[in-house]
């Protein structure tokens, strides 16, 4: 069964990281670029909230009738065939999940100015993974009050 309520607190919890992320993009990716401070803070943030929302799609998929995705870019796209998020929220959620493998397992070197742009995109985009979660969490109890 689906645990709602630790996927509200997963999302939840991201909401200490906006005050720093925000900080973050109201810089220049060339600052980005030219400062490790700033660079470690980024390459986190990311990586936090980025688990985040891979850790709430492996949670779904685990409880529904989908095989286990074979990547973790898989997994965005299963929660698209779920109907829990939108297609075009899938399609973002894959590129932040592509851009934390690069951050996370140092699969390429960094580009910053790419960074910064998924950065960017997550701090604008986020709440809509959010929004849609929540309401895709709202139908799902509603259904499990008809079934008792």
């Known amino acids: 069964m689906i645990d709602t309520f630790w996927i509200r607190e997963k999302l939840l919890s991201s909401k200490k990281y906006w005050p720093k992320l925000k900080e973050i993009i109201s810089k220049t990716s060339e600052d980005l670029e030219t400062d490790i401070d700033l660079q470690l803070k980024a390459e986190r943030i990311f990586e936090i909230l980025s688990q985040i929302l891979l850790d709430i799609c492996t949670h779904i998929i685990a409880h529904s009738k989908e095989p286990p995705p074979q990547t973790y870019s898989d997994c965005m796209k299963k929660l698209d065939n779920l109907n829990v998020i939108t297609p075009q929220t899938a399609e973002k959620a894959t590129s932040w999940v592509k851009m934390r493998d690069i951050v996370v397992h140092r699969y390429d ?38 079934q008792v």
């Open 109 to 146: 070197t960094i580009n910053y100015r790419l960074l910064f742009k998924g950065l960017c995109e997550l701090y604008e985009d986020f709440q809509q993974f959010q929004k849609e979660i929540l309401t895709w969490i709202k139908a799902q109890e509603k259904i499990e009050l008809f």
